[in-house]
């Protein structure tokens, strides 16, 4: 069992910026991919980014690409989600969730998730 809390969500204005954190407790984080989904009301879950083992392959979907940068601290079990030129449509609950390969995770496969943070962006 894996456990995963996320932190950072906020009100921000368009244009904002915004860091998001998921501490990882439980079994090894280091054995795991790591990624973040959203939920916007009404909407999917979404895929956002994953970052593999070991940091060599990252993935963001392409709403969020040169906005978003995904990385992770195996020291600290912690992965993190900057968020730049935040818009409006941003707006959602960011899940932080794991799984054994990031291309799974890129795909909407995932083994465990968090609860979710509220992002929240006013125009």
């Known amino acids: 069992q894996v456990q995963l809390v996320e932190s950072g969500g906020g009100l921000v204005q368009a244009g904002g910026s915004l860091r998001l954190s998921c501490a990882a407790s439980?079994?090894?984080?280091?054995?795991?991919?790591m990624g973040w989904f959203r939920q916007a009301p009404g909407k999917e879950r979404e895929f956002v980014a994953a970052i593999s083992r070991g940091l060599t392959i990252t993935y963001a979907a392409d709403s969020v690409k040169g906005r978003f940068t995904i990385s992770r601290d195996n020291a600290k079990n912690t992965v993190y989600l900057q968020m730049n030129s935040l818009k409006p449509e941003d707006t959602a609950v960011y899940y932080c969730?794991?799984?054994?390969?990031?291309?799974?995770?890129?795909?909407?496969?995932?083994?465990?998730w968090g609860q979710g943070t509220q992002v929240t962006v006013s125009s």
């Open positions: 439980g079994r090894t984080f280091s054995n795991y991919a």
């Open positions: 969730a794991v799984g054994p390969r990031v291309d799974r995770l890129r795909d909407g496969s995932y083994d465990y």
